[in-house]
């Protein structure tokens, strides 16, 4: 890789790499862990979790569409089929055909709503759980009080998928496993989804981020090392939040699954769980709504609380523990996350403000000048956005998710993404009844190839610079996991954007717009030299292998 300095002229082109790597995932690749031999414990899912390549294992090529591949459907047609060519796997269609997850139709894939527990449709499903709830209307977002969902083992996401009519969103998490490309499926279709895993580290969310954790015959032993997996699902749950579990168990027949039903019912109950509703195969319990019942039970009861310096937001490549996470002296007298119902909850100011010293006044001005920028934006691609061009949109350094705020009238959704090192304002990203996660941008995301219609990047290489990190790198990784015909807005410093520009032929990127930043924006940190920023847009085309690169406009 050559350093900045070396390569004022224009960058040397990118070799495209292998086709076999065109759905390569750098710290997610079986290939990687059996080349290395890297020791992993098989049944506690660690070949799942993230294992990223040294500096000289990364791929210095761009990764090719598979052949065949066309510019995705847009939304909302997507949610209901999306190209063969694009996802050229069908046996999971074929092994659960029985199941309604999906159906090959001509060049076509089809997705008619089912899940293994739900045949019927997941929009029904969904209803009945509302019902047994007795929310009204058997609509599950209880008139905005339920936003934030956490689908584990989600298969190809159609639980999500149909939430999101209902002003639900859910965080659909599934692992590169057996069912491969489960997650490259959800997000093909548009909806928002995660490649992850209950394995041994921390979810990547922060405590009390969701409202509903769902698994619907997710394969996961819940028992296993203490509890450890339930706790975790108790740790990013929301005070008084669910888990609805679906399983053979909950209806237990047979003498191994009344024996599971049985151990998982102590396990819950000594978590302080109560059952809210129970159905057919359907369970849903509900968590306390403070520390009394924890309190409460006798001493030496198992599992344990956790101790009391331990941060339940630390999730980089932290160890989950066998212990509850119980609530702050603040929450505990609260009863409850304090939030306001969706969507006044968007703009509303998040009670978790406090944690970073950031008053009210400093948010409303956030989300107001967000608001301006993304105006701004759009205007600067107005020749080539129209209204369903983009769904899938990451922020690479979301801050406190007022960019993603701005988009609120806009038929998208946006993976908010906070970086470790800095504040941990994911939670007040979470408090907002918008998801995402936290990466550091040094190493690739968990996510498939060409699953992103738009990046933005707001400092983010000046981030990485100053961590040593390699810009190169980076916009490799950004070409990864941008869609064909997909945009990047890059603000940054000038000397920056400079540094990027000459990238632009060897990725086959297109300037859509360039345009210097009016000094005295508040988004814009004035460098010591008084340097300007730039908002610099690019489009990635659209082009195919064969014995040579071609341009296909």
């Known amino acids: 890789v050559t350093t900045e300095e070396d390569s004022l002229v224009v960058a040397k082109s990118f070799p495209v790499c292998d086709d076999r790597h065109s ?15 890297l020791k992993l414990d098989l049944s506690l899912m660690e070949h799942y979790e993230r294992h990223c390549p040294p500096p000289e294992r990364k791929f210095n090529c761009l990764i090719p569409p598979p052949s065949g591949y066309k510019v995705p459907i847009k939304w909302p047609k997507s949610r209901d089929e999306v190209w063969q060519a694009n996802i050229p796997h069908t046996h999971l269609a074929k092994e659960k055909s029985d199941q309604n997850w999906m159906v ?44 934030t969902v956490l689908d584990v083992g989600c298969g190809v ?7 999101l009519s209902s002003d639900i969103i859910a965080m659909s998490l599934a692992p590169n496993d057996v069912h491969q490309n489960q997650i490259q499926f959800a997000l093909e279709r548009g909806i928002p989804a995660y490649l992850g895993v209950l394995g041994t580290k921390r979810l990547p969310y922060p405590s009390r981020s969701f409202e509903l954790a769902h698994c619907s015959r997710c394969r996961i032993d819940w028992l296993q090392r203490d509890g450890i997996l339930l706790l975790e699902l108790d740790r990013v749950l929301r005070p008084g939040g669910y888990f609805a579990y679906s399983s053979p168990e909950a209806y237990a027949q047979d003498e191994e699954d009344l024996r599971i039903w049985k151990e998982m019912s102590a396990l819950v109950e000594r978590m302080c769980w109560i059952i809210a509703a129970k159905r057919n195969q359907t369970v849903v319990w509900q968590k306390p709504l403070s520390n009394d019942c924890y309190l409460e039970r006798e001493p030496g009861t198992q599992p344990p609380l956790c101790r009391s310096d331990a941060d339940p937001d630390a999730v980089y490549g932290v160890s989950m523990e066998a212990c509850i996470t119980p609530y702050s002296k603040h929450d505990h007298k609260t009863k409850g996350s304090g939030l306001a119902p969706w969507p006044a909850r968007m703009t509303s100011p998040p009670p978790r403000l406090a ?17 301006q920028q993304v105006d701004s934006y759009w205007n600067l691609m107005s020749s080539k956005v129209k209204a369903n061009t983009v769904r899938n949109i990451m922020d690479m350094k979301a801050h406190m998710g007022s960019f993603a705020a701005a988009l609120k009238d806009k038929d998208v959704w946006v993976m908010n993404v906070v970086s470790p090192d800095g504040p941990n304002t994911l939670k007040l990203i979470y408090d907002r009844g918008l998801i995402g996660t936290n990466h550091n941008w040094c190493e690739a995301f968990s996510t498939y190839p060409r699953t992103y219609d738009l990046l933005h990047a707001w400092t983010v290489f000046s981030d990485i610079k100053s961590k040593g990190c390699s810009a190169e790198d980076l916009l490799i990784e950004m070409d990864r996991i941008l869609r064909p015909t997909g945009f990047v807005i890059i603000r940054d410093k000038e000397s920056v954007v400079e540094s990027i520009k000459k990238y632009m032929k060897a990725l086959h990127w297109e300037v859509v717009a360039s345009e210097k930043v009016t000094a005295g924006s508040e988004l ?16 990635k085309k659209l082009w195919l292998t064969s014995e040579s690169l071609r341009d296909t406009e």
């Open 23 to 37: 759905e390569i995932i750098p710290c997610l690749d079986r290939n990687f862990i059996y080349q290395m031999r």
């Open 104 to 147: 090959v139709k001509g060049d076509k894939i089809n997705f008619p709503g089912g899940g293994t527990h739900f045949h019927y449709g997941a929009d029904k499903y969904i209803a009945s759980i509302a019902n047994m709830l007795n929310f009204s209307n058997d609509v599950l977002n209880d008139e905005g009080r339920l936003r």
């Open 157 to 163: 996401a159609s639980f999500g998928a149909y939430l």
């Open 355 to 371: 944690d970073f010293g950031y008053s009210t006044h400093t948010f409303e001005k956030d989300t107001e000048l967000w608001k």
């Open 524 to 539: 814009d940190q004035e460098s010591e030299d008084g340097e300007s920023n730039v908002v610099f847009i690019v489009q």
